[in-house]
Structures are given as structure tokens and as C-alpha cells.
T-cell receptor, first 113, second 114 residues
Framework: AQKITQTQPGMFVQEKEAVTLDCTYDTSDPSYGLFWYKQPSSGEMIFLIYQGSYDQQNATEGRYSLNFQKARKSANLVISASQLGDSAMYFCAILPGNTPLVFGKGTRLSVIA | DAGVIQSPRHEVTEMGQEVTLRCKPISGHDYLFWYRQTMMRGLELLIYFNNNVPIDDSGMPEDRFSAKMPNASFSTLKIQPSEPRDSAVYFC????????????FGDGTRLSIL
């Protein structure tokens, strides 16, 4: 069975600072994808970034980067230069093969001015 | 391109009434998923379809819940009869199904059962 663990229920970061949101996963499938989603207070689920299990390089999308450590089964999200609009819930998810996404319980990020 | 479209955005109804939630997936996506989100249980997968066929409905809480996908561009989730504990945000998502493609979510339906 697949599992995602997000150990930080809540995080605070100062505006313009970088922040790392932790995610560890468990799967026996050799091929999988890791995803991060953002859910602002308005409620929609916004896809942020993807990392494939065979990708050699860490994924980056603008201010988002994924610190992928396969041996440790971790896929931490790094947000650089935090903005007030980054305040939201962040969900890590794993997609092994053609099964549905398995989500973690999320981390609530609050950016402080 | 249009994203996943859900309707209604908000629904308030009385206990015992039938509730129908609707979803139009992104054109070309073969997979469609229904999720429920609550504070207590987080995001739960209710059911998903591949090429309009239900693949796994083990997340459907009970027989009061049913889902259909009559064609590639439309799906419904019905609750009959509704109960207050069904109050939640219901999301529909679609994807092309390969492991490197994300699921794209609709804006959700916020359901309140009084």
C-alpha cells in the first residue's frame, strides 16, 4: 500500500524567506510520480510541481522546487522568496502506476509580513 | 482550455433530500475521480472511473451514495437520502492516467445538509 506522511501540521515563514515543507512516502512500486498541490482558503486544489521516480534532477517550477531524495523516500517542497499569497494548505501526493493519487494530510503554511 | 467544471459550487439542502453533484472532466482525460474533503478525514477518494467504467468504488461510504459516468464528458455523484454527516466539499478531478500527469481538480462543491 502507498502512504504519504506530512509531519508538519502547520508552518510559519517570514515574507521573502524560503521554507521547506516535508513529505515522506512509502511504496513498493519502482515507478511512481510525486506531486504537490496547493489549496488556498478559497478551496480549489492547484497543482504545483511533479517529480518522477526515475528523474535524475530535482524538479523546479518558478519559486517551487522539489528536494527529492529517493533513498530516504522524501520529496520535500521548497518555496523560495515566500509571498503572502503562498499562505495555504499544501498537500503531497504519490501516484504509483495507474492507481489513484494518495494524499498526505497536508501542511498549513502561514506567511507573515 | 477549460478545466474540470463542477456544479453547483454550493448546495444547501435539508436532511433526507436527494443531492446531485455534476462534473465535466477535461476533454481527452480518460480518468475521472470523485473525492470528499472534511476537516476530520481530509481528502478521501470515493470512486474513480476509467473510460467511463467504474474501477474502484470502495471509498463510497454507503449505499446512499452512487456515481455514474454515462459518457466521457459527464459524471454525477448522487446522495439519496442525504444526512448532515454528508456535509463536506466534494471534488471531481480528471487525468490522462499516466504516472507523470497530475490530476486536475474542479473548484469543488461545498455541500451543507441541514
Amino acid at each position: 500500500a502507498q502512504k504519504i506522511t506530512q509531519t508538519q501540521p502547520g508552518m510559519f515563514v517570514q515574507e521573502k524567506e524560503a521554507v521547506t515543507l516535508d513529505c515522506t512516502y512509502d511504496t513498493s512500486d519502482p515507478s511512481y510520480g510525486l506531486f504537490w498541490y496547493k489549496q488556498p482558503s478559497s478551496g480549489e486544489m492547484i497543482f504545483l510541481i511533479y517529480q518522477g521516480s526515475y528523474d535524475q534532477q530535482n524538479a523546479t517550477e518558478g519559486r517551487y522546487s522539489l528536494n527529492f531524495q529517493k533513498a530516504r523516500k522524501s520529496a520535500n517542497l521548497v518555496i523560495s522568496a515566500s509571498q503572502l499569497g503562498d499562505s495555504a494548505m499544501y498537500f503531497c501526493a504519490i501516484l504509483p502506476g495507474n492507481t489513484p493519487l494518495v494524499f498526505g494530510k497536508g501542511t498549513r503554511l502561514s506567511v507573515i509580513a | 482550455d477549460a478545466g474540470v467544471i463542477q456544479s453547483p459550487r454550493h448546495e444547501v439542502t435539508e436532511m433526507g433530500q436527494e443531492v446531485t453533484l455534476r462534473c465535466k472532466p477535461i476533454s481527452g482525460h480518460d480518468y475521472l475521480f470523485w473525492y470528499r474533503q472534511t476537516m476530520m478525514r481530509g481528502l478521501e477518494l470515493l470512486i474513480y472511473f476509467n473510460n467511463n467504467v467504474p474501477i474502484d468504488d470502495s471509498g463510497m461510504p454507503e449505499d446512499r451514495f452512487s456515481a455514474k459516468m454515462p459518457n466521457a464528458s459527464f459524471s454525477t455523484l448522487k446522495i439519496q437520502p442525504s444526512e448532515p454527516r454528508d456535509s463536506a466539499v466534494y471534488f471531481c478531478a480528471s487525468s490522462s492516467g499516466t504516472s507523470n500527469q497530475p490530476q486536475h481538480f474542479g473548484d469543488g462543491t461545498r455541500l451543507s445538509i441541514l
